[in-house]
């Protein structure tokens, strides 16, 4: 059982950041550093974290908990968890229907995780740099 209330975890809940979180930082000021130009918040479909339009390539950097990525960092909720089940599932559908569309528009994806961010953002934003260099 949860330790809190449900109204102070629907209060916590609903403070937790979608944009500028620290995953998309460490990797927006890395690419930076290393000479790559981006665009944030740009107008697309599924909101992308970075966009390299020369590229014709959207970045999602996914938070393991919202986006259900099955690691360490990724559990269920203690309190309301068929609410949060449903609402992990329903994320990851959305996710899967924003790549088909995107695919479609001949937009190449790169997902970037959380847990490997925080891992080793360097290893993790230099295989996106040399995926760009490739292109």
Known sequence: M??????????NMSRIKS???????????????????YRVHYELMGKPDIVFPNYKVVVFIHGCYWHGHGCRIDHVSKSNCEFWINKINKNKERDKKIQRQLKHDNWKLFTLWECDILKSHNNTVKSLVKYLNSL
């Open 2 to 11: 949860d330790r809190i209330t449900p109204k102070t975890r629907s209060r």
């Open 19 to 37: 944009k500028n979180t620290t995953p998309e930082l460490l990797v927006r000021r890395l690419l930076f550093k290393l000479g790559k130009r």
